[in-house]
């Protein structure tokens, strides 16, 4: 009797011993996944936050092609804005450039990024609002862009400037 009390003791304690091992290596595995899924946030945020930033360069330099770079060059491409739904690159651009010909109405561009925030793996919302500051007449308004990741590069793939 008193061996097959010790038996029962020694397979309760494997079991025990086996339970939080098992707990132990699941909190673990998760703590690395937020770890690596915060370090992912904060890489894709500082590439969205460069991509935009050289768009203010390109633009407060009157160069509409630079400033498109940050755009997916790709008829799928969607901008949405007053005027309506824009579909395409090359559309686009062509809009920019009848919109803004000269310096004096592209003026000096800022963004103020408000939020960013994870939509799924490789796409993030930002929504900001931009200022234009020109001699013909400021202007301002809001922004929500959808940013993915494509070939490696942080690309717009949706606007919706209002």
Known sequence: M????????????VSCISIKADVQATESSDTNTEVYSQTDANEAEAGIRLVMKEQET?????????????YWNSEDLKFYSASGLTK????????????????AES??????????????????????EFYLTRDIGHASGFFIIIFRKINGEW????????
């Not at 008193?2 to 304690?13: D, S, V």
């Not at 395409?88 to 010909?101: R, V």
């Open 2 to 13: 008193r061996y097959l009390l010790y038996f029962i003791l020694a397979i309760i304690t």
């Open 58 to 70: 390109a633009w407060n330099n009157h160069d509409l092609e630079g400033f498109m770079q940050g």
């Open 88 to 103: 395409g690159w090359d559309q686009t651009l062509a809009n920019y450039k009848k919109n803004y010909p000269t310096k």
């Open 107 to 128: 003026g000096i561009l800022k963004f103020t990024i408000n939020d960013i925030s994870r939509v799924e793996d490789n796409s993030y919302y930002v929504m900001g």
């Open 155 to 162: 690309k717009i793939i949706a606007d919706m400037t209002a």
